[in-house]
């Protein structure tokens, strides 16, 4: 379910949840709840998307948040690099869950997203198709300063602030690869993985790209947090 579809009942939630103090009724847990704090150590709720989204306004929130998380980073300092390009509130993931085949350097909004979804969707998934963990994943980069399509003139990329990665594959404990270009119209098995996980980035992350959109992302999940919400 993304965050847009979610907005009704999150509003149910929350009245539910003024319903519950009044009568003291077991409260609603906080991931469910729209205007609490994010925890990335608590499970994915119905209001997850909302508190990631909360994050690319508040630097200093966002940065909290991953304090308090297990998930270990190092910030980056701000700077400019090109006319639409640079890094701002970015950090370089140093130990997640889940190992890169590169260095993953992106920003705090994605940092925090990325980790639940190593956690949240890609490992429970690896398990119920597989029965073998994630212990890699597989991507084609994170910082681009170009715009949208790589063309000459366009909206910039989210790429061009750090704020999406292109993963490729996943490597599993027991040597096999899954990628997206073999996969997405692969084996059953490899086909409800990606799909999987596709869905499930679309309830954490703001863009979700797959190869059902084009031919251009035929070999890679596009994930951002940028202002524009789609899952495809």
């Known amino acids: ?23 003291k009724l077991h409260p609603i847990p906080p991931q469910h709840l729209p205007y609490k704090r994010l925890d990335l150590d608590r499970p994915v709720g119905l209001a997850t998307g909302f508190q990631l989204s909360a994050l690319r306004y508040d630097p200093s929130l966002c ?9 270990q980073t190092r910030p980056i300092d701000s700077r400019r690099t090109g006319e639409f390009c640079g890094f ?15 260095p993953v350097r992106v920003t705090c909004p994605m940092a925090a997203a990325l980790y639940l979804w190593e956690r949240e969707v890609v490992s429970p998934s690896a398990e119920r198709h597989f029965g073998s963990p994630v212990v890699r994943i597989d991507h084609l980069g994170t910082y681009a ?21 292109d993963v490729a594959g996943f490597r599993l404990a027991d040597g096999r690869r899954i990628t997206l270009m073999g996969g997405w119209d692969g084996k059953p098995t490899e086909q409800a993985f990606l799909r999987d996980l596709r869905d499930g980035a679309c309830g954490l992350f703001k863009g979700v790209l797959s190869p059902d959109y084009n031919a251009a992302h035929r070999d890679h999940f596009h994930l951002d947090m940028g202002p524009f919400g789609v899952c495809r």
């Open 1 to 23: 379910m993304t965050a847009h579809a979610a907005l009704p009942l999150i509003a149910v939630l929350v009245l539910l949840a003024a319903g519950a103090t009044v009568l």
């Open 63 to 71: 940065r909290g948040v991953l304090k308090l998380s297990t998930l």
């Open 88 to 102: 701002l509130n970015a950090v370089e993931m140093q130990r997640s869950t889940i190992a890169y085949s590169a």
């Open 145 to 165: 300063c170009r715009r949208i399509g790589s063309g000459p003139t366009g909206l910039p990329s989210q790429h061009a602030t750090a704020n999406a990665i």
